[in-house]
């Protein structure tokens, strides 16, 4: 049984008091703070960079100190260079969409010499074939369950087979890789995610849109079981 891992993602936060909503959501019980930085370019909105990142850095952390990990999902083309000032800004995992990149693997390489864990991300429609080639290289898959760019769509049931087949994958490599669900992820639907094989949640507007964050976070892990 795997280690489930809740991954609230702020998009869906109050933007005038981020620093606040970042303690009261690790208050709440997650375990990651997803961050969600789109380009207008990439996806068709325009969210926060690395500044930002950095400036919710020292909120992120449990109240014994402990850091929790900022997984930082760019939306961005191209990748490289923002990916290093956000390694240089504190994100723990760096995760990009493969088509976002000219040089798939060079960008993964070089996330990881800033000494961040590196993710794919893959779009609704977008294959799994670039993982031949790299999933030894990566340490988290994300697949989205809805188009990015913005918080608070339906799930898409076609992601559950794409995580099933990114799960045989990662079980076929042998390796320790996360795989991370993104999109319309709420109480009533994490069960199946997880079903098909995923170990971590992302969820915006089904906790951030919640009156108690709490509740919402419990009520996500209690579905787990
Ligand atoms: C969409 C983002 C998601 C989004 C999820 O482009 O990548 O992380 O915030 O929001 P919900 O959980 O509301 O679908
Ligand atoms: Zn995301």
Redo the contacts with the bound molecule.
């Keep these: 049984r795997p280690t489930y891992r809740i991954?609230p993602?702020?998009?869906?936060a109050d933007f005038a008091q981020l620093g606040a909503e970042v303690r009261h959501v690790i208050d709440a019980g997650a375990d990651w703070i997803?961050f969600?930085v789109?380009d207008n370019h990439y996806?068709p909105?325009l969210t926060f960079g690395p500044m930002i990142c950095k400036a919710l850095r020292p909120h992120a952390r449990l109240a014994d100190g402990t850091p929790v990990p900022i997984d930082v999902?760019l939306?961005i083309a191209p990748v490289d260079a923002l990916a290093a000032e956000f390694a240089d800004a504190g994100a723990d995992l760096i995760s990009f969409h493969p088509d976002a990149s000219g040089h798939v693997h060079r960008s993964i390489q070089a996330i990881k010499a800033k000494g961040c864990q590196a993710g794919l991300?893959f779009n609704p429609a977008a294959p799994l074939d670039v993982l031949d080639w790299v999933i030894d290289d990566i340490d988290l898959i994300?697949i989205?369950?809805?188009?990015?760019?913005?918080?608070?769509?339906?799930?898409i049931d076609s992601a559950l087979r794409k995580i099933e087949a990114a799960r045989r994958r990662i079980d076929a490599s042998g390796r320790d890789i996360r795989l991370e669900v993104?999109?319309?992820?709420?109480a009533g639907n994490i069960r199946l995610a997880a079903d098909a094989g995923a170990d971590t949640f992302?969820?915006?507007?089904?906790?951030?849109?919640a009156a108690d964050y709490h509740a919402a976070i419990a009520q996500m892990r209690a579905a787990l079981g």
């Design positions: 991954a993602s702020i998009l869906s997803h969600d789109m996806v909105n999902h939306m991300v994300l989205m369950s809805v188009n990015p760019g913005f918080g608070g769509q339906a799930f993104d999109g319309g992820i709420k992302v969820a915006g507007s089904a906790i951030f849109g």
